[in-house]
Each structure stands twice: as structure tokens, then as C-alpha cells.
């Protein structure tokens, strides 16, 4: 019989869609699992060995989350295809992992960034992810015909979970859009292009970014913290949540409640720099 850890990364490759680093790390941990029990076969594991295992790699509880859900995802592949008859790793508990606050640029700090492109493409592409607050894939994603420059609006498809959704395209950068589009002569196809006249990557997309902080002298900023300074920014001129949740194109309300806790941490800010009262005597 062929290895089962091998075959359950073929079946994340073909069914799952999992991406090389994933493939990768899930590898690695199963076949450390597998030496470290050995000459038993791995699905022979019991929960203490699992246990063991995990104990030898101390980790961040967000690793180590991610680990007891790969032993679980394992197992569960295992009963499905019939190689196990139950999961040692059913009883193991992941740890509560908090997930980071996004990074969030001030208002002058975002204006500053969208003025310091270096051609009218990158301008227009900084204007959008910032006005738009569209995902990096969705960004280099944009046909010339998904930007509604009349309606000053952009369509999405298939954004994450293959859904479509329109979202407000402000001014700003509206008017970089018909720029590109002008100069360039864009009229159908990819919106945003590479030199070789291609679809820009999501890899350019992000170079795009992190030198237009340099320039603007603002430290490492990637796509999404545009995507987060737009929502954060938008529920502080008093934007209604479920109204950003569209924008946003989020599954969950609980995901777009984050940007709640952002601003208040915003608020609370403010008021301990400027009111009188809120600064400790000494």
C-alpha cells in the first residue's frame, strides 16, 4: 500500500487545491510524527503519542493550532477512505489563538501613499485598493469592464468564495482609472498590465505597495492594509457595519466586527492624547 501521508498530500493537491507551502509544512509535521513513532506504522498513532509529538515542538499557540488541525484533517481523510477505524487525534484540543489586529494606516498616511506612484497605472491601482477596499487578488483580477466609471463603481467577480459584489469606487479614484484608461487605450482585457502588456501578478501588485511606502517615507505597508485602512476608516466617518460587510465582501459579520475594536483603539487613542482628564497626574 502506498505511503498515506503521501496520499493524503495528493489528495490535498488534487481536491483541495492546497498551495505548495501548505503541502509542504503538512509534510513535514506528519512525516516527523511518522519517525518519531516508528517502526509502527503512523495510523497506528495513539492520542498520547500525538500528544508526545506535540509537546516536542514547542510552538506559538497559532502553530500549534495549526498542527492539531492537521493531525485532524489527516485523520479524518483516513477514516473516509477506509485506513482507520477511528481518530487518536479527535480528542485533541487546539488552542485559542487571538487573531492579530490588521495594520491600519492613518488618513494622511494612506493620501500620502496613493501621491507618490511611479506611472499612472500604479496610481490608479493605489487609489483603488485604498477607495475600494478590494483584496489583492481581486485587484489584479479587475477587467477594464468590471469599472463602471459612470456609476463610479467597481464589480467584483467572483471575489473570495466565488461570490460577485459591487463596491463604491470614490473619486480619486475614479479619476486615476480613466487616466490609465486613457493613456494606456485600454479598452477590454486586464485593467492593470505589466511591461510585457500581461495581466500584472498579485507578486508586482504587492512590490507595487511596499515601494510606494518607501517613497512616501511610511514603513512596510502590503495590499491589505489598504483593504483594512479603508474599512477602519470608513466605520470611523459613522458607516454602517453590514454596509462595510458588503463592501468588504465577508462571509461572517463576527470578521468585519474586528474593524470595531480598531476604532475604538483609535478613539481611545485621541482621547488620552487631548482630553485633560484623561492623562495621569503625577
Known sequence: ????????LDYLRAERGASPHTLRAYGDELTGLTGMIAPRPVLDATTADLRRWLAQGASAPSSLARRISNLKGFWRWAMREGL????????????????????VLQVDEASKLVEFPESARDRALLEV????????????ALNVDDVDLQERVVRVRRGKGGKDRVVPLGSEAATAVQELVTLRGLAAGALFLNVRGRRLSTRSAYTIVHEGAERAGLPDVHPHALRHSF??????????IRAIQEMLGHASLSTTQRYTQLDLEALQRTYRAAHPHAKRRG
Open 129 to 140: 485598493a485604498y477607495g475600494s477596499g478590494l483584496r489583492v487578488s481581486e485587484l489584479v
Open 84 to 103: 482507520a477505524a477511528r481518530s487518536p487525534a479527535e480528542r485533541l484540543r487546539p488552542p485559542k489563538v487571538k487573531p492579530p489586529l490588521p495594520r
Open 231 to 240: 474599512a477602519t476608516h470608513l466605520l470611523s466617518a459613522g458607516a454602517d
Open 1 to 8: 500500500m502506498a505511503d498515506p501521508v503521501q496520499r493524503y
